[in-house]
């Protein structure tokens, strides 16, 4: 991860000061994901993992530490796989690792997603998840008749955004099966590589 240097750059929507890398490009949830790696990525020596949707900045840093690394998504012409969530043609416990970030919120059926991520995910793995949430929502915002783009954008943050994600995202993947644990943005490094407050990367450990 490259030092960062910006300073009361705007950039997003909405705006955030600060989001955007002037050097690497990489947002905020990139740099706190490289503090992840940072810290964790051991547990990727010598594992299976499979990359939704990846954004090449986080590719580059994952790829270097796994046996196997796939690349999937569900239109992208240039990954690995051509993979829908909420079926994966995948068999059982066939990775050691899923990283899924910024995706669910896009997916029709996310409580299927998960269960599915959980079904692909070996024993003593686990599948890497971010996602946008608002944690002092007690619940999950969506609604299936909001389809105009520009209202989506207005309720859910983006235009291709189905939901907006509350505390009980947490329940959701509990539910699917997975044991929670948690890496925050705190401070210093909030301060230090310009992080979100509080955006965390949640660890789905699947024990059986």
Known sequence: MCGYEGRFH????PLRFDALCPRCRSVE???LFALW???Q??????ADVLHFAPEPGVA???????HTYTTADAAAPDADRRLDLEQLDLADASYD???CSHVLEHVGDDEQALRELHR??????AAILLVPLVEGWETTFEDPGVTDPAQRELMFGQSDHVRMYGHDFRDRVCKAGFVLDEYVATEPEVSRHALFRG??????ERVS
């Open 97 to 99: 690792y899923v990283i």
């Open 120 to 125: 692909v995910t070996r024993p003593g793995g």
């Open 10 to 13: 705007a950039y997003g929507a």
């Open 29 to 31: 949830r990139h740099r």
């Open 41 to 46: 990525g051991h547990r990727f020596v010598a």
């Open 199 to 204: 955006e965390t990367i949640f660890v789905a």
């Open 37 to 39: 790696l940072r810290d």
């Open 60 to 66: 580059t840093l994952v790829q270097p530490y796994c």
